[in-house]
């Protein structure tokens, strides 16, 4: 009746924000990456997402650790496709700000398929096998 269901766990850090209360722990480059080993290791069949609010260089190495679902050339603001002018909150700053050409190079260079689109019924073959 349902055509499949996944898991996707994403990695966003805290970041100060307006109005927030003073962050007393942060998170750093090797805590978040340590994280994303045990999720790995965890479960093999779990997606990972990392955002274009981690930095390429971050990202690019992390991608051969099981990351499964990158975001490229998006909007990581609250209405962010909205036509306005207003100042980006650092809460939501993007870090890597590859187009999605470019970011589908970058994971073809690191000898990984690049999949735009596995979410239809016909990409995984019938419903009822």
């Given at each position: 009746?349902?055509?499949?269901?996944?898991?996707?766990?994403?990695?966003?850090?805290?970041?100060?924000?307006?109005?927030?209360a003073t962050i007393k722990s942060?998170?750093?480059?090797?805590q978040l990456l340590q994280l994303i080993c045990a999720y790995r290791l965890f479960n093999g069949?779990?997606?990972l997402s990392l955002s274009t609010r981690e930095s390429?260089?971050?990202r690019d190495n992390v991608i051969p650790l099981g990351?499964?679902?990158?975001?490229?050339?998006?909007?990581?603001?609250?209405?962010?496709?909205?036509?306005?002018?207003?100042?980006?909150?650092?809460?939501f700053e993007i870090s890597d700000e590859?187009?999605?050409?470019?970011?589908?190079?970058c994971v073809k260079k690191l000898g990984y398929e690049?999949?735009?689109?596995?979410?239809e019924q016909c990409l995984s073959g019938p419903l009822h096998a």
């Open positions: 009746k349902y055509w499949k269901s996944r898991y996707s766990i994403s990695f966003p850090r805290l970041r100060p924000c307006a109005g927030s942060v998170m750093d480059d090797k069949e779990v997606e390429a260089t971050f990351i499964t679902s990158l975001s490229a050339g998006s909007s990581t603001q609250p209405g962010g496709y909205a036509k306005s002018s207003t100042k980006a909150l650092q809460q590859r187009s999605p050409a470019e970011m589908a190079k690049v999949v735009w689109k596995d979410w």
